[in-house]
Nanobody, 115 residues
Framework: QVQLVELGGGLVQPGGSLRLSCTAS????????MGWYRQAPGKQRELVAG???????NYRDSVKGRFTISRDNAKNTVYLQMNSLQPEDTAVYYC?????????WGQGTQVTVSS
């Protein structure tokens, strides 16, 4: 069964950090383009960070210098390290794996930044 499971969300104060993980089962993600997306209430889902099969990364402007995406192919896992979190980072964060016609999503994990 193909599955992506996200962990690591929660409540954090402004300026704090969280590390999200996304572990794949049922397929090997080393050839997949992986992405972290987020969706805030009333807003469209947006790409936060991506990493391709060669390890090349891209980030939306608002998170550059604060977020880092990485992958550990041996663990079949992708991470999103989030530092200096701000209230506007509050959203449900989703993991995505894409390769050719295959496109998989995780169930999402809530990140809330609030004092």
């Amino acid at each position: 069964q193909v599955q992506l499971v996200e962990l690591g969300g929660g409540l954090v104060q402004p300026g704090g950090s969280l590390r999200l993980s996304c572990t794949a089962s049922g397929f090997i993600l080393d050839i997949y383009d992986m992405g972290w997306y987020r969706q805030a209430p009333g807003k469209q889902r947006e790409l936060v960070a991506g990493i391709d099969g060669r390890g090349r990364t891209n980030y939306r402007d608002s998170v550059k210098g604060r977020f880092t995406i990485s992958r550990d192919n041996a663990k079949n896992t992708v991470y999103l390290q989030m530092n200096s979190l701000q209230p506007e980072d509050t959203a449900v964060y989703y993991c995505n794996a894409a390769w050719l016609s295959k496109d998989y999503w995780g169930q999402g994990t809530q990140v809330t930044v609030s004092s």
